[in-house]
């Protein structure tokens, strides 16, 4: 038998919450998702203005950075063309997501979740997913 | 030209809010979805102890309701053997929910979203979308 | 934070090897499937002359049963035509199953994977799954 | 009428036990499956700490490289932008993998199955399907 850590509901509201105060602040309305650490999702909110396909796409890279414990911007250096792992994008239905703005959730060296942030550039995404791990890590 | 009346970002929280208020007042942890009145993803939250299949369950009691302005259970009636929309179950892909546990989310006679939740009987979900409701048409 | 226990890759083919003895006993090789808590697959093994289309089968009632926590006989009761969750069968992509076969693991009061199994008649594919459920549960 | 060969419900065991022999060797937890000639699924084993993401993917390695009776890093030279089956990779609903680690399993000249890896750099995976591989044909 196996024992491991999971991020809770609260834990899932204040990565959204961090998110969402960076997404407000550079002034990009987001989609922001919360996974747990099998990728099944926890949390999710559409801010005022954030995109309709962003809703799956968010919600892909927080499934992606989570399950496979890897930020999406990596999976998009090696999946370039040429790369290791070229053609990955398209894997599992086209939910591996190789866009930055998926960042694992790690706490006590044990991914517990991820984040997945899209509406605005792919760096803006990382920045708001980031900013709401820092929220995250800020308060353990 | 239309124009049109949509839920926002802080009105789902409301009602999700509502929602999980009742859902621990009767001990039944639950997954909760709000959709826009066009069916896509506003907010979500799985509360510790919600079903992993009933994200995705959920989510689609609020599509069906929003995005067809009418009660999941209410399809649930008129879905049974020998009644008129007997088999519209799987259709969308299995997205289309007969259970009960999702409602239209109206204001001003208007649908302007839904709510959905599942992980109890499909009459606790019902209890409970109904109290996410009542908490958004008592602040109106 | 939440701390929670799932099923490793040993208890797994501890669960399989007890289902195909059963599987063996009766003479109906068959497609078994373990995942854990959150319903992602941990191990699987068609026995020779198991079903092809009972592949899928087998894991969405191990799927079903470790996400939902709930025995996948159990939703076949409560979804007949009339009965409260009529309907619930073709949800998820048709992936929630309503046929016998599947079942919770639980240890220590707490789910902690599932087992499902598919090629025989309901009742064979739940005798089967009960046999894997036993073996485990025996060795704790 | 055709008679064909193909790989058995332990000859399944071998090929994932000699690739999960040298997933231990190198110390990376895989996810490792076996298809039959048609593609379709015999045997799965996700090791403790292998990831979710995996799942699929080693599945729809076998998959690939049984049902195409090619592995997959020779789909991904092809592939490349400008090569002749630039494009593929998204075929078939993303499951026609072209990222290494899924190999044909061939006895006497004619495919009999496959084998799938993932969880490590697309070296690791492929390295650890040969060595299922290579104790398959060991034991011939």
């Not at 309709?52 to 998009?76: C, F, L, R, W």
Request: hydrophobic fraction near 45%; include cysteine; proline fraction near 4%.
């Amino acid at each position: 038998m196996l024992t491991l850590k999971r991020l809770d509901e609260n834990d899932a509201q204040i990565l959204i919450d961090g998110a969402a105060a960076k997404a407000r602040e550079i002034g990009v309305p987001m989609c922001i998702a919360v996974t747990d650490e099998g990728g099944n999702l926890v949390a999710f909110r559409r801010m005022d203005g954030g995109k309709v396909t962003s809703i799956t796409i968010a919600i892909d890279k927080s499934y992606t950075a989570s399950a496979a414990k890897k930020a999406t911007h990596e999976y998009g250096e090696i999946s370039q063309p040429g790369a290791p792992a070229y053609g990955i994008a398209s894997a599992i239905g086209g939910r591996l997501m190789v866009v930055g703005g998926g960042l694992p959730v790690a706490a006590g060296g044990e991914v517990v979740g991820g984040i997945g942030v899209s509406s605005g550039t792919p760096a803006q995404d990382r920045e708001v997913a980031q900013a709401g791990l820092d929220a995250f890590l800020a308060q353990l």
